[in-house]
């Protein structure tokens, strides 16, 4: 398969527009620049529309999209105990496959052409990645909550699942190890998962530091902060991808730097729970951490929109520093793509050749995107899903003109509700 | 003029859907129940279309968004000084009208159907009101910084502008006396600004604490703080309608409650020039202020879009009270919608016999709008401005399948560009 797009608007580093020309061969991105003739077996008229790299959504938990709007304005652990616990008890392969394939397709129709996920019944989750042509990395969340029986299950299961769908669907499906957090795991567990992902040359995805609370709990258990303790298990390295990051003291960011962990971001979920605090992105950047960012699941967000993601983390960052300069739209836009690709180990998120063809067509004559004094600026606060017009994920043409080619969006939609309703 | 609209799903205060007919007979709802049989001019099948009031965005500058994109991620003082002002000087009767029509249409096309406005060239945007079928209070921004000629040419401009404009387009335009801020203007124009208004019987549209900046400005000249010392001019009434309130100690906001007077809560706006603070919009909500969201000017937000509003205010509350309770989806709806038309003097904002006919219709078959568990969560947390179908203002379709039909929407793009162009 390869795939001509001509006359698209693409945009230079300093947010100006320049016309450009893409050559998609097989999955990969061959060539990029003006005035490419050469033969495809199709051809993409990009004229009025921008042409980025996609975003990748690095912390979601797809299936989750069922419970939208659930359960709101709650204090996080009433909303766990009392509203997503209880209804996740009733989830079974079905209706995680059905919240999988809504959450997917949320993500196409806003420009997301790969996203990290880590929940139960994961196959789920997989076939629903292999069904619609989505990409992403898939890991079974570990619990083990210091139960010695349920650790071994727990492991077994993790890397079953990694081994079992690594590399599947052509490379589109890559695996990881991930145990949930340092609170709910024991230090076997966080050992034992660090051992696993060395032997299957995997990353790692965790959620690190969500709350003041995990904090304290872990201070108190181990008399070490977060960061510390998971560096006193070996547990740190370039395959960690750590979730949340918010309650990081300046001395773990420098840590987490200089072992090479990538960051997911999550700013709409952390203030929509209210945690309090904002995660130290200068810090994190300084110490040279990859940054990206992620929508956490969408009954704590309640969107998977990365254009909301961008603005937010901007915002966020400018509103906790007092500082308008800190985040500026060049670095929120580089988060969302350069740095998530790079987070879930995927060559993209650049329009380069040799990267992976995920790449994303916006409605360039938009009114909100006019004028287009600054186009980074335009897309990361100005921009809207509704602004996607067409999605190519691994070379292949996704959305065409918002509407979804590689599955049927009306029924995806008529079974997730009627799972929703099974188990609410 | 006469339009029904059949089967279309309204909202229960809970959240949950109900069907709904609404006749409109002139700029008017006369009847909103299931199942009305009525002849009318218009009819619109609205199966599978949410029904909700139209959004008021009570702060705007709506000529600014010819500056969207043109300078972000800067200090306030230095984005003024540096770029919004220079420009601005350049601003003529035609740019402003360009502006104005571009924000308009950004506004319609996310369900805004009435706005305030505060700029200067104020008969272009009254032409853009007039032209394009949108509601709006109006008012021209007076400022003196201390000096009395400028005071009585600025009365005297916002006075004509006031009488000339008010109650035009069959009422669709209202206008009051809008005074720039406590810091800008001397107590003189202040006390006369207040004296006007009483005359004309029109509202006050303001700036208030903004920044601490200001705040402290103020208690250095007046030794009270902001609210206090506008009391002392007794300029506050149910007239005034104060945009941002930041910077309100817990006792102003009291006396602005005592007083009646609206507030414009602006969240993205603030975030995005690092005020640092959040408005006490639970102590304002407690002291009966009628509170109402604006978008600010499209230069340091830079989206007109409510439901970012909307999300954003929820979010920064929560965040910054470190209280997932706080600023419920449900009240964050009644301020975009209820909220906004009160303190703007607009009997809208409700589906009710005898409210004007401001109503938009959304896509309730959208996939970032499922399942539907909490339509009013739907519409604060995971609605985009592309969810947004039809708009009906002052009883007419304004807009029908995301179609613009009262102007040419390509002609006021190329209009805007053109003009943007000649200034920066």
Redesign the interface.
Known sequence: MSILIKDATAITRE?KAKKCDVLIEGNTISRASPGINASAEHKINASGKLLLPGFANTHAHTAM??????A?????HK?LKERIWPVEKKMNAQSVHAGAM?GI??MI??GTTSFSDMYFQMDSVAKAVSDSGMRSMLGYGMVDLGDEGKREKELKEGERFAREWNGKEEGRISTCIAPHSPITCSSELLQSSAQIANKLNCKIHLHLSETREELFQIMQKTNKRPVDYLDSLGFLSPRVLAAHCVWISAQEAVLLGKKGVSISHCP?S???????G?APLPELMGAGCTISLGTDG?AS?????M??EM??C???Q??A?????????QEAFAFATKGGAKALGINAGEITPGKLADLILLDA?A??L??????I??IV??A????VMDVIIDGKLIMQERKILSFD??K??EK??NE??KI?
Not at 270 to 276: F, P, S
Not at 301 to 305: P, Q, R
Not at 370 to 375: D, E, G, M, S
Request: charged share 25%; proline share 1%; hydrophobic share 40%.
């Open positions: 947010g999209s069922l419970l939208r709007g659930y709101d304005d709650m204090e996080l909303w809504l397709c949320e129709k806003s709409v952390n203030m929509k729970l209210a945690g309090g904002a969408a967000n309640n969107s998977l929109s254009f909301e603005k937010s901007s915002l966020l400018k509103h520093r007092w500082d308008a300069e800190v985040i500026k739209a004559k009114v909100n006019q004028p287009a004094h600054n186009l600026s335009n606060y100005s809207h899903a509704g602004n969006e009306e995806v939609i997730a509700e929703a309703e609410c």
